[in-house]
């Protein structure tokens, strides 16, 4: 790795941090409504 690509490796890192937050919370959110969803089909069923 050139000091270029590391530069720019740490730049995409805390720029993909940020995003991934959101990211991460918006697939926290999604894992909830699917489990609530699932146990919601198990009772009705």
Do not use: D, H, Y
């Amino acid at each position: 790795m050139t000091n270029l690509s590391i530069c720019c490796g740490k730049l995409f890192k805390t720029t993909s941090v940020m995003q991934n937050n959101q990211i991460v919370r918006e697939m926290l959110l999604a894992n909830g409504l699917i489990l609530s969803i699932m146990k919601m089909k198990k009772e009705i069923s």
